[in-house]
Antibody
Framework: QVQLMQSGAEAKKPGATVRVSCKAS????????VHWVRQAPGQGLEWMGW????????VSAEKFQGRLTISGNTSISTAFMELSGLRSDDTAVYYC??????????????WGQGTLVIVSS | DVEVTQSPVSLPVTLGQPASISCRSR???????????WNWFQQRPGQSPRRLIY???NRDSRVPDRFSGGGSGTNFTLNISRVEAEDVGVYYC???????????FGQGTKLEIK
């Protein structure tokens, strides 16, 4: 069955960089895309960006441009989200979700369990 | 980005009664080519979001048929025909475009049992 397994919680200091991984299983990794979404404590969902693995194309939400790097290693079916210049308001749970551009039936159909990132001095 | 407004913020419902959640975009968008679409998600306490509806009205296979989605123009809705205890959680709409990839979530609606 389709699964997205994310890396464990992280505690970072302001200004640092965090890297979260998302390992996919149960489907052909390169035929699908990955979205990254975050959720601050007690808040709603916020889309961060997307990657299409068979082309390497990425798009980041304007808010995160310059700080967000989305990548993937197809040999281990794993996506990565790297956020730099961390601030306290980056404290959130970060989710990966499966997608497939132009195929709405696969858009956000499976989600990872979430990774808590705490930014504090 | 297109602004999305979701209402209500809080939705107390009696078991067995219907419920409806609305999302609205500030501007009329072109849905004819399929590039723009709406999804609906449920997030139960302590869990990851779960997709309920995609492309306005298509229900996911694992989702009970008491959930339905609809709408057109600038107004889109998620309806629950008879609320059950397991429906407690926060519901989000999402306005998406395939290209360029842009996704905007609504503010969320917290459904609770009266």
């Amino acid at each position: 069955q389709v699964q997205l397994m994310q890396s464990g919680a992280e505690a970072k200091k302001p200004g640092a960089t965090v890297r979260v991984s998302c390992k996919a299983s149960g489907y052909s990794f390169t035929e699908f895309d990955v979205h990254w979404v975050r959720q601050a404590p007690g808040q709603g969902l916020e889309w961060m960006g997307w990657m299409k693995f068979n082309t390497g194309r990425t798009v980041s939400a304007e808010k995160f441009q310059g700080r967000l790097t989305i990548s993937g290693n197809t040999s281990i079916s794993t996506a990565f989200m790297e956020l730099s210049g961390l601030r306290s308001d980056d404290t959130a749970v970060y989710y990966c979700a499966r997608g497939r551009i132009y195929f709405g039936e696969y858009d956000f159909d499976y989600w990872g369990q979430g990774t808590l990132v705490i930014v504090s001095s | 980005d297109v602004e999305v407004t979701q209402s209500p913020v809080s939705l107390p419902v009696t078991l067995g009664q219907p419920a409806s959640i609305s999302c609205r975009s500030r501007q009329t968008l072109d849905y004819s080519g399929g590039n723009t679409y709406w999804n609906w998600f449920q997030q139960r306490p302590g869990q990851s979001p779960r997709r309920l509806i995609y492309r306005v009205s298509n229900r996911d296979s694992r989702v009970p048929d008491r959930f339905s989605g609809g709408g057109s123009g600038t107004n889109f809705t998620l309806n629950i025909s008879r609320v059950e205890a397991e429906d407690v959680g926060v519901y989000y709409c999402m306005l998406g475009t395939h290209w360029p990839p842009r996704k905007t979530f609504g503010q969320g609606t917290k459904l609770e049992i009266k």
